[in-house]
């Protein structure tokens, strides 16, 4: 039964009709809003491609229903970033941390796992991780094997 | 023009054609051709007359002094644009970051009635984007440069060539100081093409190099820190409609009848899989092609799979999900087990009686029919005996299964199909003149000839355009055309409905993707040596090694070589990394036998090397231990041995030590830290020489690698820092198959569908990985470029198959350890 929902994402109130709200929230931001900066990897919370902060925290957009996030707010790679064209949130401080970090050691090779990359090492942050006391909180998987730069890069957040 | 990236984020159509060329705009332009010179010509010259050679791509210095270069290889994580701007950068004398890279599509155009290709090199694979390129990029910045100098001597009147710099996109005439910039020069420039013919790029002492050799940033990485590089599946188009895609779960499965368009769902349109034979316009219509597409038991035109079309993702995965096709299963589908392929493999491996003249390794038995046995290299003959009579016999066999290529974006591609009009497709593709040809093939198949016609015998195909995005990962499965054509397929079908044409988004889920895949082959090697002697000092007095794998080739319907005069006898890719080994070995025979499986195969990052180098660096291992030598050692004597012989392999024989002993040394080898234990191996792939030692601590049940140091000898590195990278990450690609990566097969059906049951490291398994490279004292046009991209994989397994033998007493012969 399609239903109107209003979800909060990257800092401003959004209404959205779906079919229904068991809904994945991955697909809400990637094929009703336009934010694909969220990618899909697995479906199954393997991957860690699909990573969004739900309340500052770290969560998978492919397991969140619509039900799940109302009320809640949703911050994606873009409103990490601050280039949401629907948002006037500036970027994240630590995620520019992170980022400025993921520049110097050239970290992304395809870059398909970088944004969920991102938002988990900016989770961990905001829940009190430095260091390589990061890592343990970013299972996600690369194909590519930047792994070894990615444990460059959070030495010194 | 935006100069600040020279990757744009969002996808480009753009071709390295005649359509591009006639748009690209006031100034300089130069084709560059395939494998050769850079090509200069006028704009008039090309649009107006015969015109030859295989253009690659276009390097243009516009009047508003901005250096592009539309190229169509796929940039998918392995760093090749920033390698390819900096061959121009060097030459043309510019800063890097002032080189645009415009991605090409492809195109296949003609001069009247004279066929000739444009972009034939749109296609990116065998770790061959930069070295392929290379030269003819530096010919052509070459030529490009003089041409400006040459505009430069027309203002000035003083036509000595040492009274001119160029730097910085500048030409300054020395005795008075005037400088003028490359855009002021360019239109003036473009007249010039006469006076450069055949003007080539210098060999240059490696010293002299200013960009190339150097690292530099990577244009594309920004984009791809905020969420905003545009991948395949990112594809967004106005009205657009979702599909994801459900194959019958059994190989060679089809429809038995199609099914209903679920409630709610916009269609459920069956989708075929077709073979298309046709004299090939890039061939100049002189030899017919066959683009193959069906894999194992499938049929040409039988439909295999339904593409469920909705109004989003989730909506079109839960009807398909839901849905329960009936469909049709071959003949031999339950045949399709891993037990199997291995009863199969295994009695090939001892197989004399195969289809040959020549005699293979042991007696047997009967065979299965259309295994072939190819003789690589040596004959039976000469080297049983030299084994036979040696004091000691080794004889052993390795097994490796079936690998799915598990890039992190699944298969995706994107159809804005106006019947009649144009189609134009954007997708993760690293086959962009293959994906042109599909595309006009298969809309001509549709009955779509409007957009697909043939005239005169001559295919337009300007109607079609193949845009590609940034490749999130391809490792080689996006080789592959066939999600290409179930996107055309369901764009066609959708504009049939009542609503009309609209965009079409199609997507394969991760379950689809891990059971669809077509997979490295399995294979089952035979190794067996004589040697004599004990201790590091050993010699091997002969070597017969059998692979027994599928071959991709032959499965595409390659007829496989069997004239050693015209190449590599059998499949070529198949025993990379077995033959031309320049290990003394006395007498060797390697032969090659096709393994008559039905599984879809294809090119896995290092494809035949991935297999062959694990059985001979670990048969290598199993030799030392037998003999009571060091590993390292012993290999070190065999290639001192073909050294000092001056035999035909001398050279790559100090090639391969040097790479060894850089390895050897970097990982400190013989001396790991406690607890620890050590393995090493050396082999080549793409012309370039890989070699590695692991340090690792294990248990019967585990393995923790703690640290992998790598030389590479690839004659030259363009960006150090990439090439670095993808070492790296090769060790977590061979990581992740040499622990865990195989897929399971029961009845026809592939059992791992997702990271659940299919296991990948995570950045907390990672080791410390070291890399040492070789870099040329003078760059030369006779050495030869190697590979870098697909290097960094073969090397792991059989070191760490050693380390993990020391460390337990373990020998694994079957890979992978743990899956």
Redesign the interface.
Known sequence: MATTVTLNINGVNRSVTVTDVNMKLLWVLRDMLGLTGTKYGCGIQQCSACAVLLDGQNDYACALAVSDVIGKKVTTIEGLAGVDPSSKVAADANYVKAAAAWQQYQVPQCGYCQSGMLVRCVGAMKAGHHGSQILPEMPNICACGTYARIKQAVTNL | MNNSSKTPDAPAVSDPSRRDFLKSGAGLTVAVALGGVGLSVSKSAEASAAYPGLVTSWLNVSTANVVSLTIGTTE????SRSGLAQIIAEDLCVDINSVVLLQGGATIAYTGSNAVSRGYATSTGGSGAVRNNFWALRDAATQAREMLVLAAMDLTGDTLRANYTTVNAVVTYTPTGAKYTYGQLADAASTKAALVTGLTAPDTPFSALSVIGKSV??A????????????G??V?LKNMV?AVVKHCPTFGGSLSAVPATPK?AIAAVPLAVYDFTFPDPTKNYTASTLLKLTRGLEVSGSQTAVAVVA?????A?NYANALAPAWKLPAGATSLNDAQFLADGNALISQTTLPSTQPGIVTGTSVTPSATLYTVAGSYAATEPAVASAGQVVDVVYTLPYVAH?????LSCTVDYKPGVSCTIYASTQVQQNALKLVFLLLRQLGDTTIAPITNGVWDTSRIQISTT??????GRKLEVDFISQAVQTAVAVSKLAAGPRPVKL?W??EQDFTHDQYRPMAVVRARAGVNGSGNTATIAGLEYRVVSPSIAQQRGSVLNTNAAAGVVGDSQGSEGARDLPYAMGSQLIEYVTHPSQIPLGYWRSVGASINVFAVESFMDELAVAVGADPYQFRRNQLLSTISSGAANAAMAQRWLAVLDSAATLGSWGKPAAGNFQGIAVGAAFNSIIAMVVELSATATSITVKKVSVALDSYLVVNP??AI?QM??????AL?ATLYGRQTFVNGVAQRA???TYS???????P??QVVLTQPTTLARSGVIGGVGELGVPALAPAIAHAFFKATGKRVRSLPFFG
């Open positions: 998918m994580g392995q760093g940033p990577r594309d990485i920004p984009p791809k820190l905020t969420g905003k590089a545009v991948y599946v990112d967004v979702f709610g109004a989003d993702t989730w909506n995965i598990a890039a992190m974006e699944v940034f490749l999130g990962g391809a490792l997507m889920t991760r820092d990439s990278a790296q990450g090769g060790v977590v690609h992740n997702n990271f659940n990948m490291i995570r950045s907390s398994s990672m410390d990985v």
